[in-house]
Antibody, heavy 117, light 113 residues
Framework: QVQLVQSGAEVKKPGASVKVSCKAS????????IQWVRQAPGQGLEWMGW????????KYSQKFQGRVTFSRDTSATTAYMDLSRLRPEDTAVYYC??????????WGQGTLVTVSS | DIVMTQSPDSLAVSLGERATINCKSS????????????LGWFQQKPGHPPKLLIY???TRESGVPDRFSGSGSGTDFTLTISNLQAEDVAVYYC?????????FGQGTKLDIK
């Protein structure tokens, strides 16, 4: 069965960077993209961008352009989200999701990133 | 960007009754070539990722109880939960995947009255 398993919670200081991983299994990794979404405490869902796990093509939300980088390791079937210059307002749960044409069926469990001095 | 607006922001319904959540998109999410609405509904409980309930606006995901149903087309959509159960307490989000960026409604918090 399709599974997305994310890395553990992180605590970072303002100005630092964080890298969240999303390990995929149960399907051919390179046949699908990985979407990244975040959710601040008590808030809604915010799209950050997307990476095509096959050819590595990326699309970033304008809001995060210049601060976020998506990558993937096809041999490890893992996608990564790197967010730099962290601010307290980046405190959120970060999710990876694997969509297909029908919808967004599969989600990682989420990774809490706390930014605090 | 397509803006998704849900109503109400919160509602409380008695056990066994019906809950109705509305979602309006700022432009149509109906893809004319396949006549499908690229609209999904998620349920999210505290500490958990969103769970897809409905896709293509009205197709129930496998394993989702049939008391959950979706309807609508174009720009106006509805999620109906019949015979409300205690385990249905959650926040519900509509979501369009018609165009990039994909966008979500602000969420509707459902409680038991």
């Amino acid at each position: 069965q399709v599974q997305l398993v994310q890395s553990g919670a992180e605590v970072k200081k303002p100005g630092a960077s964080v890298k969240v991983s999303c390990k995929a299994s149960g399907y051919t990794f390179t046949n699908y993209g990985i979407q990244w979404v975040r959710q601040a405490p008590g808030q809604g869902l915010e799209w950050m961008g997307w990476i095509n796990a096959g050819d590595g093509d990326r699309k970033y939300s304008q809001k995060f352009q210049g601060r976020v980088t998506f990558s993937r390791d096809t041999s490890a079937t893992t996608a990564y989200m790197d967010l730099s210059r962290l601010r307290p307002e980046d405190t959120a749960v970060y999710y990876c999701a694997r969509p297909d044409d029908s919808g967004w069926f599969y989600w990682g469990q989420g990774t809490l990133v706390t930014v605090s001095s | 960007d397509i803006v998704m607006t849900q109503s109400p922001d919160s509602l409380a319904v008695s056990l066994g009754e019906r809950a109705t959540i509305n979602c309006k998109s700022s432009q149509s999410v109906l893809y004319s070539s396949n006549n499908k609405n690229y609209l999904g509904w998620f349920q999210q409980k505290p500490g958990h990722p969103p769970k897809l309930l409905i896709y293509w606006a009205s197709t129930r995901e496998s394993g989702v109880p049939d008391r959950f149903s979706g309807s609508g087309s174009g720009t106006d959509f509805t999620l109906t939960i019949s015979n409300l159960q205690a385990e249905d307490v959650a926040v519900y989000y509509c979501h369009q995947y018609y165009s990039t960026p994909p966008t979500f409604g602000q969420g509707t918090k459902l409680d038991i009255k």
